[in-house]
């Protein structure tokens, strides 16, 4: 079975400070992980995936095998990151989201 | 290009009727998937849907509920005998293929109602 858990519901950060979202995931097998976003009125869409090593936003998503972790960064938060975010984990042909954060960044 | 669209936007409903939900994917994805996105709650998968194989359909909670992809395209997401606990968002969305790597490509959602 494969499990995605995000302990934080919710998450206030002030701009400029640094922001983690929590991401731990259950696989047994070689998980594919994806963190996608939903902006206020605006439909889902993928900010990043682990396989791509890449920095979208500023933020960046290490995958860490030993701790089944999937953590999502930001080393200065800005107002525009507010927003619900889902860390995902695709194993065979489903995908396991998250409950989801939703993260408010204060002026 | 044009991305996957839902139909209706909104519908409110009676307990106890039917309900059909529209979504037209991205042409040429082959993988079609249904979450219900509740409030307070993460997505949770219903179905998928990859080429002309049997759907998995491990994710409806009842069934009441059943879905159909009609030429490999557009598909159809039927609530039976709505209930009050059915009221949520309801999400297609796309991808290439199914599988690790892919990634979603989501639809505005359908918020469904039941009164």
């Known amino acids: 079975a494969q499990r995605v858990t995000q302990p934080e519901k919710l998450l206030s950060v002030f701009k400029g400070a640094p922001v983690e979202l929590k991401c731990n995931y259950s696989y047994s097998g070689s998980p594919e992980l994806f963190w996608y976003v939903q902006y206020s009125r605006q439909r889902l869409q993928l900010l990043l995936r682990h396989i791509s090593r890449e920095s979208i936003k500023g933020f960046t998503a290490d995958l860490n095998k030993g701790e089944t972790s999937f953590h999502l960064k930001k080393p200065f938060a800005q107002e525009e990151d507010s927003a619900m975010y889902y860390c995902a984990l695709s194993g065979g042909s489903k995908s396991t989201f998250g409950d989801g954060t939703t993260l408010t960044v204060k002026p | 290009g044009a991305g996957v669209s839902q139909s209706p936007s909104n519908k409110v409903t009676e307990k106890g009727k039917d309900v059909e939900l529209r979504c037209d994917p991205i042409?040429?994805?082959?993988?079609l998937y249904w979450y219900r996105q509740s409030l307070g709650q993460g997505l949770e998968f219903l179905i998928y849907f990859q080429g002309n194989s049997a759907p998995d359909k491990s994710g409806l909670p009842s069934d009441r509920f059943s879905a159909e992809r009609t030429g490999g395209s557009v598909s159809t997401l039927t609530i039976q005998r709505t209930q009050q606990e059915d009221s949520a968002v309801y999400l297609c969305?796309?991808?290439?293929?199914?599988?690790?790597?892919?990634?979603?490509?989501f639809g505005p959602g359908t918020r469904l109602t039941v009164t």
């Open positions: 969305a796309s991808s290439s293929r199914a599988g690790g790597g892919y990634e979603q490509y």
């Open positions: 042409s040429g994805h082959t993988a």
